[in-house]
């Protein structure tokens, strides 16, 4: 079996050498996971599911004066916050994604023309949680990895969707803004000074915690270091189409196109 694997392997990155679109187009190879994300009722699901269960869990909470999503934080006597990533979080992006598939064309590309659209939809669920916890007196947070140009059309964006986003100080905290870099512990912290955050809401590790790890077999085993968050005070949103998951794939290392389909092959798991 192990023989066979090494060998389809061989043949399948072969026959991309000899090739000039074979597995080469990133969007073909996104293709299902963009309609899983549009047209799938398991996406929906999971993305209710998500969101119904931390209203659930609000009261208890709210009720706990240790609850806290900020691990070796001291929450006591703080107003309660709860804070989210935008993209595939509350913004649905899976439109942009859909043309690059139909365009022929990847991420960066038509990116900028896409936010400044200011039309990405709500994830499902999101929306009615936030009113909900908003009305509760919950600070709303929003820690992005969007660049700070693109601050004005994401407030906008989120306003159209009637998402609560307050006045009184800066809730949304963009890349770059304030020398603010790609990871969002120093955002994180910085809203934990002041707030108990009962609740954080992303799509990628990096969301919830500063990972070093570079595997995906490191990320994987860092998930259940934190067994106690997930569920309850750390809520991930699904997102099949990017990710630093796929990055992890061959280590954060930028290589050929033909060497991420080997790397993808040799790590499919057959037993």
């Given at each position: 079996m192990i023989r066979n694997k090494f060998l389809f392997i061989y043949i399948i990155s072969f026959t991309f050498l000899l090739s000039n679109t074979a597995f080469a187009d990133k969007n073909l190879e996104s293709l299902l996971a963009v309609l899983f994300t549009q047209t799938s009722a398991e996406m929906k699901a999971t993305q209710l599911q998500t969101?119904?269960?931390?209203?659930n869990l609000l009261d208890d909470a709210l009720k706990d004066s240790s609850w806290t999503a900020i691990p070796n934080s001291f929450p006591k006597d703080k107003p309660p916050a709860i804070i989210l990533d935008v993209d595939e979080t509350v913004l649905d992006n899976s439109f942009y994604n859909a043309r690059n598939i139909i365009d022929e064309t990847n991420y960066p590309e038509n990116w900028s023309d896409w936010?400044?659209?200011?039309?990405?939809?709500k994830i499902p669920g999101s929306l009615e949680f936030l009113k909900i916890a908003q009305s509760y007196g919950i600070k709303i947070f929003y820690v992005t990895n969007r660049a700070a140009e693109y601050e004005t059309a994401t407030r906008n964006n989120l306003k159209k969707l009637n998402y609560p986003l307050d006045d009184d100080e800066d809730v949304l905290l963009m890349k770059g803004e304030k020398g603010w870099e790609s990871s969002k512990e120093s955002r994180r912290n910085l809203i934990a000074k002041n707030y108990r955050v009962l609740m954080i809401f992303g799509d990628n590790f990096i969301d919830f915690v500063e990972v070093s790890a570079t595997s995906a077999k490191q990320r994987k085993n860092r998930v259940?270091?934190?067994?106690?968050y997930w569920g309850e005070k750390w809520f991930m949103l699904p997102n099949p189409v990017y990710g630093y998951?796929?990055?992890?794939?061959?280590e954060f290392q930028n290589i050929s196109e033909e060497q991420r389909t080997k790397?993808?092959?040799?790590?499919?798991e057959i037993n």
């Amino acid at each position: 079996m192990i023989r066979n694997k090494f060998l389809f392997i061989y043949i399948i990155s072969f026959t991309f050498l000899l090739s000039n679109t074979a597995f080469a187009d990133k969007n073909l190879e996104s293709l299902l996971a963009v309609l899983f994300t549009q047209t799938s009722a398991e996406m929906k699901a999971t993305q209710l599911q998500t969101f119904q269960t931390a209203t659930n869990l609000l009261d208890d909470a709210l009720k706990d004066s240790s609850w806290t999503a900020i691990p070796n934080s001291f929450p006591k006597d703080k107003p309660p916050a709860i804070i989210l990533d935008v993209d595939e979080t509350v913004l649905d992006n899976s439109f942009y994604n859909a043309r690059n598939i139909i365009d022929e064309t990847n991420y960066p590309e038509n990116w900028s023309d896409w936010v400044f659209e200011e039309n990405a939809k709500k994830i499902p669920g999101s929306l009615e949680f936030l009113k909900i916890a908003q009305s509760y007196g919950i600070k709303i947070f929003y820690v992005t990895n969007r660049a700070a140009e693109y601050e004005t059309a994401t407030r906008n964006n989120l306003k159209k969707l009637n998402y609560p986003l307050d006045d009184d100080e800066d809730v949304l905290l963009m890349k770059g803004e304030k020398g603010w870099e790609s990871s969002k512990e120093s955002r994180r912290n910085l809203i934990a000074k002041n707030y108990r955050v009962l609740m954080i809401f992303g799509d990628n590790f990096i969301d919830f915690v500063e990972v070093s790890a570079t595997s995906a077999k490191q990320r994987k085993n860092r998930v259940e270091e934190y067994s106690d968050y997930w569920g309850e005070k750390w809520f991930m949103l699904p997102n099949p189409v990017y990710g630093y998951w796929e990055r992890s794939l061959y280590e954060f290392q930028n290589i050929s196109e033909e060497q991420r389909t080997k790397k993808r092959l040799e790590l499919l798991e057959i037993n």
